[in-house]
């Protein structure tokens, strides 16, 4: 097969692009297994060391309990996500079939939800958790998230889009709604479902500044958390090195996870219309 | 089977007498990681030397992110109703945690102990005294000092014919030194001068800067004024533009504390202004006969101080009250304040850290920590804090970061940047120093 020097051309342009984009994951792939160089002249390179060393990455296992952090952020990911595909499907349904009065003005309110920053709920969901009795503890870092607007919206999109035929047919069939909802809506849903989780997940496992805010205790730090335990200087030096295999070992699993299931990542990004 | 009841029942009362009567209060400690990762495992091994040492308290060391971080999360818990009992918070953050009420005087606990405010700060360098205290109370224990400080490649000075034993002095030799040592050609690139400009970085350089141009910065004593338009300011910030635009030995931009460290460890910058702190990272890293020297002045030498401080919480049980203070005194005493600055770089904040046997033997062995703290010593002054800290701060720090770049001229730039400031204290001016008479 011959090929087109335009072709030629455009594959030459997308690698270098290719090749932009991927190098700080380069780099960190590099940097993890070079040894410790104190931030000085090969620093920057992104050629492979000569002599790769494990070293950086048992400093960070020294540096922080990971075994743990991975099984507390295991725990908070798949928590929060069991919880919100109950509540979504609910909600989403409720907003999408049943008709009850102020039903717009509740979605409206729902949707504002998603304008507000973060930040500047800490101190109310603080004391909501204290309240509650579930600070410094991962129930209370993934009670805020529990319900998701963005999640309700999503499914009651995808609900509407599937058309009412369907439910019409079981109906006649005398199933009941939540039969329609599990046996007829649910599985058409299937790619909203999968969207959303994929978003959840990365989204709760990289999230730093609230599981900061709730957990004291070590043993429930997660891993954004553990990781920044050795990875933010104010004033000292930067050990490159170490930084790098620890936001490897981090990233690891959702980097696994991204190459097993490529296609279906890019779908959900592309279905739920949310940028990585 | 009746006996073997009963024996079993007087091993378990023997069992349970053997049991302490109280259970340890427990107390937890907020800190942040100012430098690197080894220092908080190092913090974590503090609190269980300490619950080892004694039995009616129980640390519990909680990592809170960096010094911004730590002040949220220390601010938030409070709110919460569940504030720390101790934590290490930035130094120049105790004005303001004491404007929102929110953490406690320490002269109470001095007091009980039947000691004068004074007696107890005559230990600690007197640079550091104006950051713990408010309103002439002391409201924060010094644990962790630094000052910024001019790091030099010795090497590169005997390469321009600058003899490294005489470091640059003034503001007109930084300049003439910064040029000689400048080399524009290709890939060998070098700057003769390097800066941190990234936030919270950049205010302290620029108050070092102002200061050594025989500026205040601002008002120590109250938090409403700062001396952004002030023609010492305006002088600092003129040295920068020129450093970067006219004589052409700074690079033009933005550059963080990592892009200068490394720039310097590459042989990539001859001078770089860094923190004290960074003193043991160089020591361990740079692979060329490095030099320390004092900040050089214009009008005079000053380094304004920075580090963190021990502070409690208002608002905690009376147990914990008192084991807060317990822990705090344990933390600062002489012996524990003299082995973390040897573990980090820092100062230790007590002259009598520094008659201690082993910190005799480090100072010895490592000369250069010894004219950080003649710097501290004698040329230090307060660290910038004032009502709304932070926002205050970064209205200077915008604008220079906008000179830096070519974006603005000085004279434009200490004008906005007063405005904002001005704008962003005037609740507090207008409740505190515009409030005359009765009534308000």
Same mark, same amino acid.
Request: charged share 15%; hydrophobic share 50%.
């Given at each position: ?6 072709q ?5 342009l ?34 492979p060391?000569l ?18 952090y ?9 928590g ?5 595909l109950?509540t979504?499907s ?19 309110l ?20 204290v ?16 319900a998701?607007a963005f ?30 909802l599990?046996?007829?809506l ?8 999968v969207a ?10 990289n ?51 991204f ?11 592309m ?6 | ?23 340890a209060?427990?107390?937890?400690f907020?800190?942040p ?15 269980k030397?300490?619950n ?23 601010q ?19 004005l303001?945690?004491?404007?929102n ?13 039947n ?10 360098w ?6 713990a205290?408010?309103?002439?109370k002391?409201? +924060?224990?010094?644990?962790?000092? *630094? #000052?910024?400080? !001019?790091?030099?490649n010795? =090497?590169?000075? @005997? ?6 034993e ?17 080399k524009?050609?290709?890939s060998?690139?070098r ?19 102002t ?57 990539? +910058?001859?001078?770089?202004?860094? *923190? #004290?702190?960074? !003193?043991?990272?160089?020591? =361990?890293?740079? @692979?060329f006969?490095y ?20 502070v409690?919480?208002?608002?905690l ?11 705090m ?12 600055s ?46 709304n ?12 970061q ?7 001229k ?10 904002k ?10 409740s505190?120093?515009?409030?005359i008479?009765?009534?308000?």
């Open positions: 097969m011959r090929w087109h020097p335009a030629l051309g455009s594959a030459a997308l690698c270098s692009v290719a090749f932009v984009w991927t190098t700080p994951f380069l780099w960190m792939l590099v940097a993890a297994f070079r040894p410790e160089t104190g931030g000085s002249r090969d620093m920057a390179s992104l050629l060391p002599q790769p060393t494990l070293e950086n990455f048992m400093l960070a296992f020294e540096s922080a309990d990971f075994a743990i991975y099984v507390n952020t295991l725990m908070v990911v798949a929060i996500l069991a919880v919100q109950v979504i609910l909600a989403g349904y409720a907003f999408a079939r049943l008709d009850f009065p102020g039903k717009d003005l509740l979605f409206t729902f949707l504002l939800q998603l304008m507000l920053v973060p930040p500047i709920l800490i101190v109310p969901n603080l004391i909501t958790v309240r509650l009795g579930i600070y410094d503890s991962l129930l209370g870092v993934m009670a805020p998230y529990l998701s999640g309700t919206f999503l499914m009651r999109q995808t609900f509407k889009a599937i058309p009412r035929d369907y439910e019409e047919a079981a109906l006649i069939d005398g199933a009941r709604w939540w039969q329609v599990w046996h007829v649910l599985p058409l849903a299937r790619p909203g479902l959303f989780s994929i978003v959840s997940v990365c989204a709760h496992w999230e730093f500044l609230w599981p900061l805010m709730v957990v004291n205790a070590p043993e429930k730090r997660t891993l954004t958390v553990g990781l920044a335990s050795f990875a933010s200087g104010a004033e000292g030096g930067q050990e490159w090195g170490l930084l790098a295999a620890g936001t490897l070992l981090v990233a690891l699993p959702l980097l696994a996870a190459l097993a299931f490529q296609r279906q990542f890019i779908d959900s990004f279905f739920s219309g949310v940028k990585g | 089977m009746t006996r073997m009841i009963a024996m079993t029942a007087t091993a378990l009362a023997l069992a349970l007498l053997a049991e302490p009567a109280a259970a209060t427990k107390i937890e907020f800190f990681v100012p430098v690197e990762g080894k220092l908080a495992r190092e913090m974590t091994n503090i609190g030397r300490f080892a040492e004694q039995s009616d308290i129980e640390v519990v060391a909680v990592y809170t992110g960096n010094y911004d971080e730590t002040k949220i999360k220390a938030a818990a409070m709110q919460a109703g569940k504030p720390p009992a101790v934590a290490l918070v930035s130094a120049n953050f105790v303001e945690f004491k404007l009420d929110q953490i406690a005087p320490l002269d109470p606990f001095l007091a009980a102990e000691m004068a405010k004074d007696a107890f700060l005559a230990d600690f007197p640079a550091l005294h104006a950051n205290t408010v309103d002439g002391l409201y +924060a224990i010094p644990y962790q000092n *630094s #000052t910024p400080l !001019l790091y030099y010795a =090497d590169l000075f @005997k390469e321009a014919g600058i003899d490294p005489k470091p640059p002095q003034n503001w007109a030799q930084l300049i003439d030194y910064g040029v000689k040592l400048t524009k050609d290709g060998a690139a700057w003769g001068l390097m800066l941190p400009s990234e936030y919270d970085y950049l205010g302290w350089i620029t108050s070092a800067f200061m050594a141009n025989g500026g205040l910065y601002f008002n120590p004593i109250y938090g409403g004024e700062v001396y952004y338009d002030a023609p010492s300011t305006l002088g600092a910030l003129r040295f920068f533009d020129d450093a970067v635009h006219k004589y052409r030995f700074m690079p033009e931009g933005v550059t963080d504390q990592k892009a200068v460290s490394s720039s310097f460890f590459a042989g990539n +910058a001859a001078m770089v202004i860094l *923190s #004290t702190g960074t !003193l043991s990272f160089v020591r =361990d890293n740079a @692979k006969n030099k320390v020297a004092f900040v050089p002045g214009n009008l005079r030498n000053a380094a304004p101080i920075g580090g963190g401080s021990l409690t919480f208002k608002g049980p009376e147990d914990q009250r008192k084991a807060a203070w317990t822990f005194k344990w933390l600062s005493s002489p012996a524990q304040l003299a082995s973390w040897r573990f980090t770089g820092y100062f230790a904040p007590r002259k009598s850290s520094y008659e201690l046997p082993e910190m005799k033997e480090f100072t010895a062995q490592n000369p250069d920590a010894l004219i950080a703290l003649q710097q501290l010593l004698r040329y230090g002054q307060p660290w910038f804090a004032t009502f800290t932070v926002a205050v701060r970064k209205a200077m720090e915008d604008e220079v906008a000179v830096l770049s070519g974006k603005k000085p004279e434009a730039a200490v004008k906005d940047a007063q405005r400031a001005d704008e962003i204290m005037l609740p507090y001016v207008q505190t120093a515009l409030t008479g009765p009534g308000g």
